[in-house]
């Protein structure tokens, strides 16, 4: 085997009360892809920012091209040629791609930026994406979607010429399209000899891309193979265990209700003639690409930017809510997309958060200890069955790793009892064991009475765990189909086209 | 577009202010101040606070702010009038010294954010009140007096304009070039915009902090030796009675840089400080009696800045 | 071991050494009069930053209190001049007029976006010159004895403590109210949570907007009552408020709250007051002149914020 | 620097007190010191008048009582007065000598009266608008003689002599006087504290302290406070002017002493605290009527009568036990200072904030 681009050897880091890393061993050769994965706090991340000089590690040696080196910034680590995509965004909305790829390291000429230089360099290097994007080089980052923005990412780590690309969940906000417009990009990376570190949680990509996968769990080396072994190999080595039932069972026949909110004729700027029923008892998923208007639903059912015209009534009462708090007291909640900007409390205990939403509908003098929705020890209960992982309850939410976090905000809505449950991507950035139980969870929820729904970019995860599946196209409901349809079925609806022979 | 809207926004506020000061010179038949003369004054009026302004619009640029400029000025005044005590020769002598103390006190608020990381606003509270402290310390007066040659500066002209008006359209206009073709400049941008993006991608953030700092209070102390020009001397009161930290945090965001960094140039400022002067005039010749301006002026800072926030659909502090 | 000692809120140890040194300089601090005194005069300071605190919390400032606290004097001084017997009418009105200002800061945060330190300058100039125009620029009227009561009356030949001030009494049960609503109920940790992220809070179904004016309300009202210590102790005038705010943001700062929100403790709030109070009796005793205090207040600030940073990374918290 | 302890003007005014001035006793605004007059023929001019005035601010109980007082006498004038146009620096420099400016650029004004907010900062300003009009300053002073006129009471040292000699002659020899300043820096202040100490120190009192109260009364009170904690009784407090004399009488009261003497001025609510409590103090003056004076100078200008010049010093009396029912008058606002020779002028007391 030829030598490896870089090592990490034997790497140790701690932070306070909590060992990240536990004697690590990783490598990556020339033309090679290596996926990464492990459950969320296995450590993934904190081995990529240890490669790239975010953290200095507590104990072992970085080597590159076999000669030890000590980055204290990822500045360092880039002038090597180690380039990273990190699982948070970083761009600024203000600029334009251009100058977001070129940040920090800007072209210049007599000591002047060379502005056309620059978008030239952009061009060539969104080129690689083919030309199915819609922006180009000046158009500024704040109007563009997500995945758009999580492309210009990708854009940027690659135009720097590194010789080793390190992913961290890069398809997390990805559709399916866009997905593929980045596997096209990582094989031509690999084909033009770079090494490619790639995190993820969706085993198929990783059939799909890697040479080589490396399990982390709780900090340590799992399992590491040269191949690509069979999805369940890999989620045992995570787990610990068989996954058997990934995606929950089906409703049963008799446990679909009726209608917990119906919308006739519901339109918005983003959404035009949308009419919907959720059942109680059953999970609708929402599959679309992206700005097909599924999220712009979600804010109009949960009163953030709600319908201008149509009816919207829950058991035959008016229900077009102004305001999230409306909508959740009415019994309509949503788990936001973004889980940090819209969902937690940082600095708040876990607890705290937990308690948040039964805090805000018990009156403001009660005490905080046990308000009329939920104690204390109602709320440690729910914790504990949703199997969520803290030092303690309360440590702030912050320092949980992102699937705890996610678990935090589903306690918070069930000591409300909620009738509707919108998930929007509730499965971003979690890994397989968690997922399942967050799928076994809606069902539960469904079985309860609730109805829920899903919106999610992962189309497995929406084929496998609705009921029901709408697709959405410029924002409009434009197919309504049962379980069992096939991805290709969706996406035939969802982009318009008939995809289903050039799937085969 | 709404991009497009936020960009001219200050350009209408100032037609809109322009158009009520025609309309009231009208109405009270003034039409003497309608002469281009007095309209060059206008401008003429606020020297003091465009040049702290412009360095203002640095700090805020980068998400951060300056409350010590006023005080600042009054160092930078006391200070040029201090060391040149009339005497022609220390003119030199003393600009230097006064910009060294400038941009000393630039660097040290710099510091204490980006190292300390203390808040920046109670960085240059904490930075003003050790300045006026140090300066009322050692001076109770006006203190020294500039030479004649110094007035220069502010009472002289050049084919019939200001010098000083004509320095502070070319500083605007470097302050312009520097953030639109330097490196650093772009930084600037990139740093408010957002800092940990900044740092990942290899921009010393700190160092941009600094810098910035240094230029807002390298500006700071221009204006005070602007106003040690204009007043033949400094006193250790001239900045805070010119309340130049307030009013040149609020041009600065009535000119569009948003509070939040990353977003607007000088030359939205000096719209904004066209508009505090307009908004002056307006009042003088409209005979608006002082205690009535101040209720004014405080509706009017937050209108401007509501004008602005109100179509952002960000959830503010 | 040292983590913990990191983790105690080092305000209560630097009071306790402050009093120490008070004591050794003026020995007579030890008796009633002496403590008594100190506790009256650091009555309104307290009371102003437990207020502030609510708005800092909920990642907001107000500047505007100081201005409040000079409207009360003036507005109560005019009304009572009018009528000396409606003490309890003109107290009532005057919480009622800080309602209003509290609501209407909060509503243009919150609804027009305007950034909290520019809605409440605006609202502090505003207050400012609303004071001027209804005075005429100077105090008319005055304040009866009845209303002077809170702030001027001590209580006297009491067993032990000898005299208590009313002031003190004041202090205690208004910060008691707001230590209880801020840690004993549903609304301080939804306080909390708003100021750590409004938008997720919004989304949790918060009432977001409610719990903004509730913490504007708070830091009006306490400006009232502050005011009305601060007119009882020592008559009308047009300065009282002056530089209020921002002893009482340092106040807040001292005792380690969280600028920009989502950390806040009142009893630390007071202890900082109580901190800040202290440094001034110390300074006078030592015969430093005001600039100094300036100078001190400004270093103590930036190393109270620096501090608490400094805290905050060492443990982790 | 300026000089705050100037022998000669100490002695200059200290003179002036012992003199009488000229023109009637009944109308003290008229009243000057010397025989220096000016020419003003030059000036002369028919119709009613445009005056201009850049005031430095209304920021104060003394400003607003003058300015008042002066609006009072531009009505008093009627139709002499075509326009009275003003300006208001609101205590900056800068923008008053900009206001200067645009009043020039008016093209409007017939006499420009300055009242200067700092005296060396508006001095340039100040000559240039003498060159093209005649210009009378008062309060303040220029550093130029380029106006015709410069209209002011005695002076700073007056006040202090006033006051110092009161305590030195009623306190117990040797008795400890504290002494209390708003702000330093301020020329008519620091002359009377410079004065007030000399007359002090010659008397052989003891000077117990010297503390700057910024005007606050809170702060004042509480300085005396701890002075009477400190020192456990004073003989005298000193004050450099009245605003807070009733803030240091009451923490006297408060701590259930005898008040001894405590200097004040001539504002409402020390004169009837003083008369209640029949308090052994004096109130020299630094009188509001002054503020009458440029008006009525401004249109003897345009006629062309001589006027007292280059400086016009208006006689300054101090309030004393024997005259103190003449000034108290509680139907007046509590910082409304009673030397404003206003009470025979039109809207009186009202336009003054009284009932
Ligand atoms: N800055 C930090 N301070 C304290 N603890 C941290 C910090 N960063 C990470 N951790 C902890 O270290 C562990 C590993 O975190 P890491 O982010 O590497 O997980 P991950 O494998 O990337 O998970 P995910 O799949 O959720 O992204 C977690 O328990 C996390 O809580
Ligand atoms: N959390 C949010 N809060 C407020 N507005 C949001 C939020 N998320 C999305 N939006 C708004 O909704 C619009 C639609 O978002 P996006 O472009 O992602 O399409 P979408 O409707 O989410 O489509 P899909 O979810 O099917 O991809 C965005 O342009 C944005 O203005
Ligand atoms: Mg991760
Ligand atoms: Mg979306």
Same mark, same amino acid.
């Given at each position: 085997?030829?030598?490896?681009?870089?090592?990490?050897?034997?790497?140790?880091?701690?932070?306070?009360?909590?060992?990240?890393?536990?004697?690590?061993?990783?490598?990556?050769?020339?033309?090679?892809?290596?996926?990464?994965?492990?459950?969320?706090?296995?450590?993934?991340?904190?081995?990529?920012?240890?490669?790239?000089?975010?953290?200095?590690?507590?104990?072992?040696?970085?080597?590159?091209?076999?000669?030890?080196?000590?980055?204290?910034?990822?500045?360092?680590?880039?002038?090597?040629?180690?380039?990273?995509?990190?699982?948070?965004?970083?761009?600024?909305?203000?600029?334009?791609?251009?100058?977001?790829?070129?940040?920090?390291?800007?072209?210049?000429?007599?000591?002047?930026?060379?502005?056309?230089?620059?978008?030239?360099?952009?061009?060539?290097?969104?080129?690689?994406?083919?030309?199915?994007?819609?922006?180009?080089?000046?158009?500024?980052?704040?109007?563009?979607?997500?995945?758009?923005?999580?492309?210009?990412?990708?854009?940027?780590?690659?135009?720097?010429?590194?010789?080793?690309?390190?992913?961290?969940?890069?398809?997390?906000?990805?559709?399916?399209?866009?997905?593929?417009?980045?596997?096209?990009?990582?094989?031509?990376?690999?084909?033009?000899?770079?090494?490619?570190?790639?995190?993820?949680?969706?085993?198929?990509?990783?059939?799909?891309?890697?040479?080589?996968?490396?399990?982390?769990?709780?900090?340590?080396?799992?399992?590491?193979?040269?191949?690509?072994?069979?999805?369940?190999?890999?989620?045992?080595?995570?787990?610990?265990?068989?996954?058997?039932?990934?995606?929950?069972?089906?409703?049963?026949?008799?446990?679909?209700?009726?209608?917990?909110?119906?919308?006739?004729?519901?339109?918005?700027?983003?959404?035009?003639?949308?009419?919907?029923?959720?059942?109680?008892?059953?999970?609708?998923?929402?599959?679309?690409?992206?700005?097909?208007?599924?999220?712009?639903?979600?804010?109009?059912?949960?009163?953030?930017?709600?319908?201008?015209?149509?009816?919207?009534?829950?058991?035959?009462?008016?229900?077009?809510?102004?305001?999230?708090?409306?909508?959740?007291?009415?019994?309509?909640?949503?788990?936001?997309?973004?889980?940090?900007?819209?969902?937690?409390?940082?600095?708040?205990?876990?607890?705290?958060?937990?308690?948040?939403?039964?805090?805000?509908?018990?009156?403001?003098?009660?005490?905080?200890?046990?308000?009329?929705?939920?104690?204390?020890?109602?709320?440690?209960?729910?914790?504990?069955?949703?199997?969520?992982?803290?030092?303690?309850?309360?440590?702030?939410?912050?320092?949980?790793?992102?699937?705890?976090?996610?678990?935090?905000?589903?306690?918070?809505?069930?000591?409300?009892?909620?009738?509707?449950?919108?998930?929007?991507?509730?499965?971003?950035?979690?890994?397989?064991?968690?997922?399942?139980?967050?799928?076994?969870?809606?069902?539960?929820?469904?079985?309860?009475?609730?109805?829920?729904?899903?919106?999610?970019?992962?189309?497995?995860?929406?084929?496998?765990?609705?009921?029901?599946?709408?697709?959405?196209?410029?924002?409009?409901?434009?197919?309504?189909?049962?379980?069992?349809?096939?991805?290709?079925?969706?996406?035939?609806?969802?982009?318009?086209?008939?995809?289903?022979?050039?799937?085969? | 577009?709404?991009?497009?809207?936020?960009?001219?926004?200050?350009?209408?506020?100032?037609?809109?202010?322009?158009?009520?000061?025609?309309?009231?010179?009208?109405?009270?038949?003034?039409?003497?101040?309608?002469?281009?003369?007095?309209?060059?004054?206008?401008?003429?009026?606020?020297? !003091?606070?465009?040049?702290?302004?412009?360095?203002?619009?640095? !700090?805020?640029?980068?998400?951060?702010?300056?409350?010590?400029?006023?005080?600042?000025?009054?160092?930078?005044?006391?200070?040029?009038?201090?060391?040149?005590?009339?005497?022609?020769?220390?003119?030199?002598?003393?600009?230097?010294?006064?910009?060294?103390?400038?941009?000393?006190?630039?660097?040290?608020?710099?510091?204490?954010?980006?190292?300390?990381?203390?808040?920046?606003?109670?960085?240059?509270?904490?930075?003003?009140?050790?300045?006026?402290?140090?300066?009322? !310390?050692?001076?109770?007066?006006? !203190?020294?007096?500039?030479?004649?040659?110094?007035?220069?500066?502010?009472?002289?002209?050049?084919?019939?304009?200001?010098?000083?008006?004509?320095?502070?359209?070319?500083?605007?206009?470097?302050?312009?070039?520097?953030?639109?073709?330097?490196?650093?400049?772009?930084?600037?941008?990139?740093?408010?915009?957002?800092?940990?993006?900044?740092?990942?991608?290899?921009?010393?953030?700190?160092?941009?902090?600094?810098?910035?700092?240094?230029?807002?209070?390298?500006?700071?102390?221009?204006?005070?030796?602007?106003?040690?020009?204009?007043?033949?001397?400094?006193?250790?009161?001239?900045?805070?009675?010119?309340?130049?930290?307030?009013?040149?945090?609020?041009?600065?965001?009535?000119?569009?840089?948003?509070?939040?960094?990353?977003?607007?140039?000088?030359?939205?400022?000096?719209?904004?400080?066209?508009?505090?002067?307009?908004?002056?005039?307006?009042?003088?010749?409209?005979?608006?009696?002082?205690?009535?301006?101040?209720?004014?002026?405080?509706?009017?800072?937050?209108?401007?800045?509501?004008?602005?926030?109100?179509?952002?659909?960000?959830?503010?502090? | 071991?040292?983590?913990?000692?990191?983790?105690?809120?080092?305000?209560?140890?630097?009071?306790?050494?402050?009093?120490?040194?008070?004591?050794?300089?003026?020995?007579?601090?030890?008796?009633?009069?002496?403590?008594?005194?100190?506790?009256?005069?650091?009555?309104?300071?307290?009371?102003?930053?437990?207020?502030?605190?609510?708005?800092?919390?909920?990642?907001?400032?107000?500047?505007?209190?100081?201005?409040?606290?000079?409207?009360?004097?003036?507005?109560?001084?005019?009304?009572?001049?009018?009528?000396?017997?409606?003490?309890?009418?003109?107290?009532?009105?005057?919480?009622?007029?800080?309602?209003?200002?509290?609501?209407?800061?909060?509503?243009?945060?919150?609804?027009?976006?305007?950034?909290?330190?520019?809605?409440?300058?605006?609202?502090?100039?505003?207050?400012?010159?609303?004071?001027?125009?209804?005075?005429?620029?100077?105090?008319?009227?005055?304040?009866?004895?009845?209303?002077?009561?809170?702030?001027?009356?001590?209580?006297?030949?009491?067993?032990?403590?000898?005299?208590?001030?009313?002031?003190?009494?004041?202090?205690?049960?208004?910060?008691?109210?707001?230590?209880?609503?801020?840690?004993?109920?549903?609304?301080?940790?939804?306080?909390?949570?708003?100021?750590?992220?409004?938008?997720?809070?919004?989304?949790?179904?918060?009432?977001?907007?409610?719990?903004?004016?509730?913490?504007?309300?708070?830091?009006?009202?306490?400006?009232?009552?502050?005011?009305?210590?601060?007119?009882?102790?020592?008559?009308?005038?047009?300065?009282?408020?002056?530089?209020?705010?921002?002893?009482?943001?340092?106040?807040?700062?001292?005792?380690?709250?969280?600028?920009?929100?989502?950390?806040?403790?009142?009893?630390?709030?007071?202890?900082?007051?109580?901190?800040?109070?202290?440094?001034?009796?110390?300074?006078?005793?030592?015969?430093?002149?005001?600039?100094?205090?300036?100078?001190?207040?400004?270093?103590?600030?930036?190393?109270?914020?620096?501090?608490?940073?400094?805290?905050?990374?060492?443990?982790?918290? | 620097?300026?000089?705050?302890?100037?022998?000669?003007?100490?002695?200059?005014?200290?003179?002036?007190?012992?003199?009488?001035?000229?023109?009637?006793?009944?109308?003290?605004?008229?009243?000057?010191?010397?025989?220096?007059?000016?020419?003003?023929?030059?000036?002369?001019?028919?119709?009613?008048?445009?005056?201009?005035?850049?005031?430095?601010?209304?920021?104060?109980?003394?400003?607003?009582?003058?300015?008042?007082?002066?609006?009072?006498?531009?009505?008093?004038?009627?139709?002499?007065?075509?326009?009275?146009?003003?300006?208001?620096?609101?205590?900056?420099?800068?923008?008053?000598?900009?206001?200067?400016?645009?009043?020039?650029?008016?093209?409007?004004?017939?006499?420009?009266?300055?009242?200067?907010?700092?005296?060396?900062?508006?001095?340039?300003?100040?000559?240039?608008?003498?060159?093209?009009?005649?210009?009378?300053?008062?309060?303040?002073?220029?550093?130029?003689?380029?106006?015709?006129?410069?209209?002011?009471?005695?002076?700073?040292?007056?006040?202090?002599?006033?006051?110092?000699?009161?305590?030195?002659?009623?306190?117990?020899?040797?008795?400890?006087?504290?002494?209390?300043?708003?702000?330093?820096?301020?020329?008519?202040?620091?002359?009377?504290?410079?004065?007030?100490?000399?007359?002090?120190?010659?008397?052989?009192?003891?000077?117990?302290?010297?503390?700057?109260?910024?005007?606050?009364?809170?702060?004042?009170?509480?300085?005396?406070?701890?002075?009477?904690?400190?020192?456990?009784?004073?003989?005298?407090?000193?004050?450099?002017?009245?605003?807070?004399?009733?803030?240091?009488?009451?923490?006297?009261?408060?701590?259930?002493?005898?008040?001894?003497?405590?200097?004040?001025?001539?504002?409402?609510?020390?004169?009837?605290?003083?008369?209640?409590?029949?308090?052994?103090?004096?109130?020299?003056?630094?009188?509001?009527?002054?503020?009458?004076?440029?008006?009525?100078?401004?249109?003897?200008?345009?006629?062309?009568?001589?006027?007292?010049?280059?400086?016009?010093?208006?006689?300054?009396?101090?309030?004393?036990?024997?005259?103190?029912?003449?000034?108290?008058?509680?139907?007046?606002?509590?910082?409304?200072?009673?030397?404003?020779?206003?009470?025979?002028?039109?809207?009186?007391?009202?336009?003054?904030?009284?009932?």
């Amino acid at each position: 085997m030829a030598a490896p681009v870089f090592e990490l050897n034997g790497i140790t880091k701690e932070f306070p009360g909590i060992k990240a890393l536990d004697d690590v061993t990783f490598d990556c050769q020339a033309g090679e892809v290596h996926a990464l994965v492990g459950e969320n706090g296995a450590g993934k991340s904190t081995l990529i920012k240890v490669l790239s000089g975010v953290y200095l590690p507590d104990a072992g040696a970085v080597l590159l091209d076999g000669t030890a080196r000590r980055f204290t910034h990822p500045l360092q680590s880039l002038a090597a040629g180690i380039s990273v995509i990190y699982q948070e965004f970083s761009l600024l909305p203000d600029r334009t791609v251009a100058q977001n790829i070129f940040l920090g390291r800007e072209l210049s000429k007599w000591g002047m930026l060379d502005h056309a230089r620059m978008q030239n360099e952009t061009n060539r290097v969104l080129a690689m994406f083919g030309d199915r994007h819609r922006f180009d080089a000046d158009t500024q980052v704040s109007d563009l979607a997500v995945g758009e923005q999580q492309m210009v990412e990708i854009a940027k780590a690659i135009s720097l010429d590194a010789q080793v690309i390190v992913m961290d969940e890069p398809t997390a906000a990805l559709n399916d399209h866009e997905s593929e417009l980045l596997f096209d990009v990582v094989d031509q990376l690999r084909n033009q000899g770079r090494s490619v570190v790639y995190i993820t949680h969706r085993m198929h990509e990783i059939r799909r891309l890697a040479d080589r996968v490396t399990v982390l769990k709780d900090g340590q080396i799992a399992a590491s193979f040269d191949h690509v072994p069979e999805p369940d190999v890999i989620i045992h080595a995570m787990v610990g265990r068989a996954l058997d039932d990934f995606y929950p069972e089906a409703a049963k026949d008799d446990e679909t209700g009726e209608p917990v909110i119906t919308v006739q004729g519901g339109d918005n700027a983003k959404l035009h003639d949308i009419n919907l029923k959720l059942r109680a008892g059953e999970i609708t998923g929402f599959a679309g690409i992206q700005g097909a208007g599924r999220t712009a639903l979600a804010l109009a059912l949960f009163g953030v930017e709600p319908f201008r015209d149509g009816t919207v009534t829950m058991s035959s009462v008016p229900a077009l809510f102004a305001s999230p708090r409306q909508a959740v007291r009415a019994g309509v909640v949503m788990l936001p997309g973004d889980r940090k900007s819209e969902g937690l409390s940082l600095m708040q205990s876990v607890r705290d958060n937990g308690m948040l939403s039964a805090r805000a509908f018990s009156r403001m003098t009660g005490s905080p200890r046990s308000s009329e929705h939920a104690s204390i020890a109602d709320m440690d209960k729910s914790f504990q069955d949703l199997d969520i992982r803290a030092a303690n309850l309360d440590v702030e939410i912050q320092s949980l790793s992102g699937g705890n976090q996610q678990k935090a905000i589903v306690a918070r809505w069930l000591a409300l009892n909620p009738k509707v449950l919108i998930f929007v991507e509730p499965t971003r950035g979690i890994d397989v064991n968690t997922k399942a139980s967050i799928y076994a969870r809606m069902r539960s929820l469904a079985r309860g009475g609730a109805a829920v729904m899903v919106i999610s970019s992962d189309l497995p995860e929406v084929l496998g765990v609705s009921d029901r599946i709408m697709v959405m196209r410029d924002g409009r409901i434009v197919a309504e189909m049962d379980r069992g349809a096939t991805e290709a079925e969706v996406m035939a609806a969802a982009t318009g086209e008939d995809l289903r022979g050039a799937a085969a | 577009m709404n991009g497009r809207i936020a960009r001219f926004a200050p350009v209408l506020l100032l037609l809109a202010a322009f158009a009520i000061y025609i309309g009231i010179a009208l109405a009270t038949d003034q039409s003497q101040y309608l002469t281009f003369d007095n309209l060059l004054g206008l401008l003429g009026r606020s020297i !003091a606070l465009g040049i702290t302004a412009v360095g203002q619009t640095f !700090a805020i640029l980068i998400a951060s702010i300056d409350l010590s400029v006023a005080n600042l000025i009054s160092v930078a005044a006391v200070l040029a009038s201090y060391i040149m005590s009339g005497d022609p020769s220390m003119m030199l002598p003393a600009v230097v010294a006064v910009l060294l103390v400038g941009a000393v006190v630039g660097l040290v608020n710099g510091l204490i954010i980006t190292q300390l990381e203390v808040n920046p606003l109670i960085a240059t509270l904490g930075m003003a009140l050790i300045l006026q402290g140090l300066l009322s !310390a050692s001076f109770t007066n006006f !203190a020294g007096e500039v030479p004649k040659e110094f007035q220069t500066f502010a009472y002289g002209e050049v084919g019939g304009v200001s010098v000083s008006l004509v320095f502070l359209v070319i500083l605007t206009g470097a302050a312009w070039a520097f953030l639109k073709f330097t490196r650093m400049g772009s930084n600037i941008y990139s740093v408010g915009g957002n800092a940990d993006a900044a740092k990942l991608a290899g921009v010393r953030t700190a160092r941009v902090v600094i810098l910035a700092h240094v230029i807002c209070s390298l500006c700071a102390s221009v204006a005070g030796l602007y106003l040690a020009s204009r007043l033949r001397s400094g006193a250790p009161w001239i900045g805070r009675d010119g309340v130049y930290d307030l009013e040149s945090i609020a041009v600065v965001v009535i000119g569009g840089t948003v509070l939040a960094g990353g977003r607007g140039g000088v030359w939205g400022t000096l719209v904004g400080v066209m508009i505090f002067s307009l908004i002056d005039s307006i009042f003088n010749i409209a005979g608006v009696d002082a205690f009535a301006k101040q209720i004014l002026r405080g509706v009017i800072i937050v209108a401007a800045v509501a004008v602005y926030a109100a179509r952002s659909k960000r959830i503010e502090a | 071991m040292m983590a913990r000692l990191l983790r105690i809120n080092p305000v209560y140890l630097v009071l306790l050494v402050l009093l120490i040194a008070i004591a050794i300089q003026s020995p007579h601090f030890l008796q009633p009069t002496g403590y008594m005194n100190f506790l009256k005069r650091a009555a309104p300071i307290a009371i102003l930053a437990v207020g502030q605190l609510y708005v800092i919390t909920s990642g907001g400032f107000d500047l505007s209190t100081g201005s409040v606290v000079t409207l009360t004097v003036i507005g109560s001084s005019i009304l009572l001049g009018q009528n000396p017997d409606a003490t309890w009418m003109v107290i009532t009105a005057m919480l009622a007029g800080g309602v209003v200002i509290g609501v209407v800061n909060a509503l243009v945060v919150a609804y027009l976006r305007v950034p909290s330190i520019i809605a409440t300058l605006g609202m502090m100039i505003t207050l400012g010159g609303i004071a001027l125009t209804w005075s005429g620029g100077s105090p008319r009227g005055y304040l009866p004895d009845t209303y002077r009561f809170f702030g001027r009356v001590l209580i006297k030949d009491l067993p032990v403590i000898k005299i208590l001030p009313v002031a003190l009494i004041v202090m205690v049960v208004v910060c008691g109210l707001l230590w209880l609503l801020m840690h004993r109920t549903n609304y301080g940790k939804l306080l909390h949570a708003v100021g750590d992220n409004p938008k997720s809070a919004h989304f949790a179904g918060v009432p977001y907007v409610q719990v903004r004016v509730v913490a504007f309300v708070v830091s009006s009202v306490t400006a009232v009552i502050a005011g009305i210590l601060l007119g009882g102790f020592a008559g009308v005038s047009t300065s009282v408020g002056t530089g209020l705010e921002l002893q009482a943001i340092t106040a807040a700062v001292i005792g380690g709250a969280q600028l920009l929100g989502g950390r806040g403790a009142v009893g630390s709030t007071v202890a900082g007051a109580l901190v800040l109070q202290a440094i001034f009796t110390l300074l006078n005793m030592l015969g430093f002149p005001k600039p100094i205090r300036d100078v001190v207040q400004g270093v103590i600030l930036i190393s109270a914020v620096a501090l608490a940073t400094y805290r905050r990374r060492k443990t982790g918290s | 620097a300026q000089n705050y302890d100037d022998p000669v003007e100490f002695a200059k005014q200290e003179a002036m007190l012992a003199d009488t001035p000229n023109g009637s006793a009944d109308t003290p605004w008229l009243q000057h010191y010397g025989t220096d007059m000016v020419d003003t023929s030059a000036y002369a001019q028919d119709g009613a008048a445009t005056i201009c005035f850049s005031n430095a601010g209304v920021n104060n109980p003394w400003r607003v009582v003058g300015w008042e007082t002066m609006q009072a006498e531009v009505d008093l004038q009627g139709d002499r007065i075509a326009e009275f146009i003003v300006t208001d620096a609101e205590g900056s420099d800068d923008k008053q000598i900009s206001d200067i400016d645009d009043l020039l650029a008016g093209g409007k004004c017939d006499v420009l009266i300055v009242s200067p907010n700092t005296t060396s900062a508006l001095t340039p300003a100040v000559e240039k608008a003498a060159e093209m009009l005649p210009v009378v300053i008062f309060d303040r002073g220029v550093n130029t003689d380029a106006p015709v006129t410069f209209i002011k009471p005695i002076g700073g040292y007056g006040f202090g002599i006033q006051s110092g000699r009161f305590i030195a002659e009623n306190a117990p020899a040797g008795g400890k006087v504290l002494m209390l300043r708003i702000l330093p820096g301020v020329d008519v202040l620091e002359t009377r504290y410079t004065s007030a100490t000399h007359v002090l120190e010659d008397a052989g009192m003891e000077i117990v302290g010297v503390e700057f109260t910024d005007g606050d009364r809170a702060k004042t009170k509480s300085i005396v406070e701890d002075y009477l904690q400190r020192f456990g009784t004073l003989d005298a407090v000193w004050l450099d002017a009245g605003a807070t004399s009733v803030a240091a009488i009451e923490a006297f009261e408060d701590a259930g002493m005898d008040v001894p003497i405590v200097t004040g001025e001539d504002q409402q609510d020390f004169l009837q605290k003083w008369q209640e409590l029949g308090l052994t103090t004096i109130a020299p003056t630094y009188p509001t009527y002054q503020w009458r004076t440029p008006i009525i100078a401004a249109l003897s200008i345009l006629d062309g009568e001589s006027i007292p010049g280059p400086e016009w010093n208006l006689p300054q009396p101090a309030i004393t036990a024997d005259n103190l029912a003449d000034f108290v008058n509680p139907a007046m606002p509590p910082l409304h200072y009673a030397a404003c020779g206003c009470e025979g002028m039109p809207n009186y007391p009202e336009r003054w904030g009284g009932k």
